[in-house]
């Protein structure tokens, strides 16, 4: 089953390891205006291309925390001592 990643989660989690919109989408090897789109909330893509920024994404420290019952999706770093370095 495919998870769907809320453009406003993407963004953050962009914003929050510190990545330019040119440098996500270099390292997911995807097109910027795609990457620009997705994050407006405008643009319909692949799961791959979802899969791709999340990689990196995950790579670099995030963990997406699905929505339950009781909260909304999140994203928080997957390990202590990320904060501040």
């Known amino acids: 089953m495919a998870v769907h990643y809320s453009s406003e989660i993407l963004k953050a989690a962009r914003v929050l390891v510190g990545l330019k919109q040119e440098e996500l989408a270099e390292e997911a090897d995807v097109a910027r205006h795609t990457l620009r789109r ?3 909330g405008k643009e319909n893509v692949t799961q791959s291309t979802v899969d ?24 928080r770093w997957k390990s202590k001592g990320k904060l501040g370095e």
């Open 52 to 75: 791709a920024i999340v990689g990196v994404l995950e790579k670099k420290g995030i963990e997406f925390i699905l929505p339950t019952t009781e909260h909304g999706p999140g994203l």
């Open 38 to 40: 997705l994050e407006a």
